[in-house]
Structures are given as structure tokens and as C-alpha cells.
């Protein structure tokens, strides 16, 4: 195995789209996308994060074994976060503003949200 | 253990036991992601359910920090990375320096958490008894900007008349606030007690071109920490901003 060093170069080039991605955010987060301003960050945050893993954590330059180990993070969190969700998503709550839940008695509202 | 110099005796060469430890730590962060990961689905739930509440929560928190924060971290992530470099093209003073750097741009980011957090308790915004949203619009402090805290008011009144148990709720986005954060925190202290033990073996000269992996173990997870906080700034400082 040759250990390949990333160049000083590349680092700055990330560290400034990482800069750059940050003034975007902040930037988007001050506009009224309706439902989309969420989807707006986390898609930044995404390639924010990409990057990192990419360059700065050398995962485009490891072994096929790392990099398959990093893809089943976000495999078993997907795994975790989709098949909650799909489950809180489809049970009916009392969440309409209004209607309180934590002035019930301390362990009724437990089991709702 | 038997060992040869840097290499341990179960291993046949440096490179094999590099591979192995970056392998071992990979598979140490995915417990981590899956971690936090629960965190942010506590999130997102409560969230979704309390949308008013959330809002409001984070608007109270200063997105001049939070965004600085955010830089100072990229920037000590930088650094870590240069310090990589620096052991594999084998400039020992380098090292020493981007550590050090590194553990500067974490200490003055925890620095800065502890400001805020030292806000929110003057603010009555820590969950239990005292919280109260409504405090700070109706307490000004010195420094604090009165045009600015007549429309968090107004905000917070309108807020009161759509979710009555906005204290409530607001306490919910708080928790997780102060508990995502505080993991956060707690990560960066640990990778701050890593960079330490890091800079004595760079003032040792213990990293070069052939043997750097604790450099690159610990920057791994110094970058994982500062990816957690790419997802942590818009989710918690930046949800109805636009307002």
C-alpha cells in the first residue's frame, strides 16, 4: 500500500468551500423558502460533511474496506431514522398547538410524543 | 506486548498496521454517528410536533457565535488536517505547530459555548422551574439591544397566542439544546486531552514519515466531531430565521 498525502493545496480548496457553504446557510436561512429552507440546510450540511469524509478524513483514499465501512454508517443511520419515522409519521397525535400534553400527569404523555 | 520500534508485533508492516487502526477507528465513529443519530431523530420528532416552540427557542440563540463558532471549528479542522501533512512529509516542527493551533481554535470554540450557555441561564432558558420565555423580552440586560428585544416580544406574544404551552415545549428544544451541545462539548474536550497527548509526542518527535497513524487517528475523530457540528449550527441556530 503507497499512503497518498494530500496536498496543502486541496485542504484550502475544502476549508474554503466549507467556508463557503457556511455563508450559504446563514444566508438561506434568512429567506422564506416555506418548507424548503430545512431541506436547503441539510442538503449544504450533506455536502459540508461529504467533504470532510472525503478529503480531510482521506476516505477517497482509503482501502475499499474503510470506505465500505463508512457507507454502512450512513446505511444503518438511514435504517434507524427511516423506519422511526415511518412510524411516528403514520400514529395520530394530539400535537395541534393547543392541546397540551406535558400538563397531563407526568407518565400519560410519555407515550404520545 | 512485543513490539519492533513503532511496529506491534502482530503486525507484518507499518502500512498493514495503519490500515488497521483506520479501520478500527471507522468502525468506532459509526457507533458514533448511530450515537448522535439518536439524538437528532429526538429532534426532528419534537420538532416536527413543535414547530412554534423550536422556533422560538432558536431564535434566542446568537447566530453570531454560533456562525464564528462554526468557523473557528472548520478552521481547527483545517489545521488538523495540516498536521497530518506536516508528520507525512516529515516536518516535525509543523506538527507541534498545527496541533497546537488545532487545540487553540478548540479551546477558544468551547470558550465561546461556555459564553452562551452563561447567556441562556441569565436569560431564565435553562429547562426547569425558572424557565420562562418570556423573561428576557420583558427583562432587558445591559448591552442588550432594545429595538431587537421589542420585536423577540412581539414574536414571543404572537407565538404565546398560537401554543399556549410554548414553556413547555420551548423547554423541550432547550434539553436538546443543551444536551446535543453538551455531548458535543464533551466530544471536544476529549479530542482536546488526544491533542494534548498528541503535542508531547510532536515535541518528542515520535511522528514521521513512516509512523504518523496517531495523528491521523485522532484527526479522523476530531473531523467526525466537527461534522457533528455542520448538522448541529442550521438545525439549532437556524430554524425560522426568516421571520
Request: hydrophobic letters at 50%.
Amino acid at each position: 500500500m503507497s499512503e497518498h498525502i494530500v496536498s496543502p493545496k486541496i485542504y484550502i480548496g475544502i476549508f474554503a468551500a466549507l467556508m463557503l457553504g457556511t455563508g450559504i446557510t446563514v444566508w438561506a436561512a434568512f429567506q422564506n423558502f416555506h418548507q424548503f429552507n430545512i431541506v436547503i440546510a441539510l442538503v449544504i450540511a450533506t455536502i459540508k460533511a461529504t467533504l470532510v469524509v472525503l478529503y480531510f478524513m482521506h476516505a477517497r483514499y482509503s482501502s475499499k474496506r474503510t470506505q465500505l465501512v463508512i457507507v454502512c454508517s450512513v446505511f444503518w443511520l438511514a435504517i434507524m431514522l427511516a423506519l422511526t419515522l415511518t412510524d411516528y409519521t403514520t400514529r395520530s397525535h394530539e400535537t395541534q398547538p393547543g392541546v397540551s400534553h406535558l400538563a397531563r400527569p407526568a407518565a400519560s404523555h410519555l407515550f404520545r410524543v | 506486548m512485543h513490539r519492533t520500534g513503532d511496529l506491534y508485533g502482530h503486525f507484518q508492516t507499518l502500512e498493514q498496521q495503519k490500515e488497521t487502526a483506520t479501520l478500527g477507528m471507522w468502525i468506532f465513529l459509526v457507533t458514533e454517528v448511530l450515537f448522535f443519530g439518536g439524538m437528532f431523530l429526538a429532534y426532528t420528532i419534537n420538532r416536527t410536533a413543535f414547530s412554534t416552540a423550536f422556533g422560538i427557542g432558536s431564535n434566542t440563540l446568537d447566530i453570531k457565535l454560533g456562525a464564528g463558532n462554526t468557523v473557528v471549528l472548520i478552521m481547527s479542522s483545517l489545521t488538523m488536517a495540516m498536521a497530518v501533512w506536516s508528520a507525512q512529509v516529515g516536518k516535525k516542527k509543523l506538527v507541534s505547530f498545527f496541533l497546537i493551533a488545532t487545540l487553540g481554535l478548540g479551546t477558544v470554540f468551547l470558550g465561546v459555548k461556555a459564553v452562551e450557555y452563561k447567556q441562556k441561564f441569565d436569560h431564565h432558558l435553562i429547562p426547569g422551574r425558572s424557565f420562562d420565555m418570556k423573561y428576557h423580552p420583558t427583562h432587558p440586560m445591559a448591552g442588550d439591544d432594545l429595538k431587537e428585544l421589542a420585536l423577540e416580544k412581539e414574536e414571543v406574544d404572537k407565538a404565546f397566542a398560537v401554543d399556549p404551552d410554548i414553556n413547555f415545549h420551548g423547554q423541550l428544544y432547550f434539553s436538546l439544546y443543551f444536551g446535543m451541545t453538551g455531548l458535543h462539548a464533551l466530544h471536544m474536550i476529549i479530542g482536546a486531552g488526544l491533542l494534548l497527548w498528541l503535542i508531547k509526542g510532536s515535541f518528542a518527535g515520535r511522528f514521521t514519515p513512516q509512523y504518523n497513524t496517531p495523528v491521523e487517528i485522532v484527526g479522523l475523530y476530531w473531523h467526525f466531531v466537527d461534522i457533528v457540528w455542520i448538522y448541529l449550527f442550521p438545525l439549532l441556530y437556524l430554524i425560522d430565521r426568516h421571520r
